[in-house]
């Protein structure tokens, strides 16, 4: 079945060290999103990819990064992760921002410790 | 600017009941709407959406939406709540900025159904 691939599904890492959570989608879809979400909270975009062309939220803290190698693949990267990254990340996809309803396909989400 | 609120935060209904989850949205143009659903650790699963066309979605899992836009809203609901319905459930609305597509989220509702 096509889907959206988030590994791994439980992160721990440790305050400060840098730490890379992976994404991959077999759906073949242009757009490839990031969010965070915290306990009891919505979904928050960090940024998103059209193709390659990478697209940030202007609230999007610089220790957040990501990296679209290709259609399949994008990664997001914390450089410092402090306590207050801790939450789960949920990557999504989306087949085509003109000719689609926008809809999104989210994968099952990274859980993010940070100790 | 779009936006979306939902009221409260946690409904609980007894197995068999009718559940009525509430969104309202903010549009400037006609909107596309959706309700995502979330169950522990897991990422978001698509209910149901309205783009254009009757008014009235049918979804998943038994649920149903109609679209209102003399009262802009979108509520979701459902004839007989089965305890697999518990969950958390997100409304959102798709939000075109310049040549990029965007979902905003309300704040979600948690349901509990009681035996």
């Known amino acids: 079945d096509a889907m959206v691939i988030q590994n791994p599904r439980y992160q721990v890492t440790q305050f400060g060290k840098p730490v890379t959570l992976s994404c991959s989608q077999t759906l073949n879809h242009n757009v490839m999103y990031w969010y965070q979400q915290k306990s009891s909270q919505a979904p928050k975009l960090l940024f998103h990819?059209?193709?390659?062309?990478?697209?940030n939220e202007a609230d999007t803290p610089d220790n957040f990064q990501s990296r679209r190698p290709n259609t399949s693949f994008c990664f997001l990267d914390i450089r410092s992760p402090g306590l207050g990254d801790a939450a789960m990340y949920l990557c999504?996809?989306?087949?085509?921002?003109?000719?689609?309803?926008?809809?999104?396909?989210f994968g099952p989400g990274t859980r993010l410790t940070v100790t | 600017a779009q936006s979306v609120t939902q009221l409260g935060s946690h409904v609980s209904v007894s197995e068999g009941a009718l559940v009525l989850l509430r969104c309202n949205y903010s549009?400037?143009?006609?909107?596309?709407l959706f309700w995502y659903v979330q169950y522990p650790n897991q990422g978001l699963q698509l209910l149901l959406k309205y783009t254009t066309g009757a008014t009235l979605v049918k979804g998943i899992n038994g649920f149903e939406a109609e679209f209102k836009k003399s009262e802009t809203s979108f509520h979701l609901t459902k004839p007989s709540a089965h305890m697999s319905d518990a969950a958390e459930y997100f409304c959102?609305?798709?939000?075109?900025?310049?040549?990029?597509?965007?979902?905003?989220f309300g704040k979600g509702i948690t349901l509990s159904v009681r035996p």
């Open positions: 549009s400037s143009v006609p909107p596309y």
């Open positions: 959102a609305v798709s939000v075109i900025t310049g040549a990029n597509s965007k979902l905003t």
């Open positions: 990819y059209y193709d390659k062309d990478f697209n």
């Open positions: 999504a996809t989306s087949r085509d921002q003109w000719r689609d309803s926008y809809e999104q396909y």
